[in-house]
């Protein structure tokens, strides 16, 4: 038995575990998001969105984001890369008397890498057709950036408004 002075008082790292133990500090000082973080960005989104600023949502959009509107109405379709997904947006917007649909939220869920909106928009088409539509979306977050969005709403009401 090793005498007193000389055996361990605390843990001791060595080896592998010693590299584990640095990279396990280092994760904490790069800026890996958590759920707090996912559920701010979608809120400043959507915050920024009503001020008719969409550089958040742009910028938080991962390149190869893939945007799923379900349902089988004109505008259902998984819209692959933000290039796509941006002129989706464009499109849509400009099918709009205002230019955007003024959107109220009213749940905000996260949890990992899901973040949950759930809201209501108010708007009108160019054809004068109200468009007042439910919301469920469903984001799912990677390395910071939003790489997956599905978007539940009411089909029937997109069939009357945009055919």
């Not at 190869?64 to 499109?91: C, H, M, Y």
């Not at 054809?127 to 997956?148: D, H, L, Q, S």
Request: charged fraction near 20%.
């Amino acid at each position: 038995m090793r005498p007193a002075h000389d055996r361990p008082t605390g843990w001791q790292v060595s080896g592998l575990s010693s590299r584990l133990l640095a990279l396990s500090f280092e994760r904490r000082r790069s800026p890996i998001m958590n759920a707090l973080d996912h559920k701010q960005a979608i809120r400043t989104n959507f915050d920024e969105l009503a001020k008719g600023n969409p550089e958040p949502l742009v910028t938080s959009l991962a390149e190869d984001v893939a945007w799923t509107i379900i349902g089988e109405t004109v505008l259902s379709k998984t819209f692959q890369g933000k290039p796509a997904v941006l002129e989706f947006l464009g499109n849509f917007s400009a099918a709009l008397v205002d230019g955007h649909i003024h959107i109220h939220i009213e749940n905000l869920l996260a949890d990992g890498d899901y973040v949950v909106a759930q809201g209501h928009g108010v708007a009108m088409t160019l054809k004068g057709v109200p468009y007042n539509n439910t919301y469920c979306w469903v984001y799912r977050f990677a390395n910071g950036k939003i790489v997956a969005i599905t978007e539940y709403l009411d089909t029937e009401l997109v069939t009357r408004a945009f055919g």
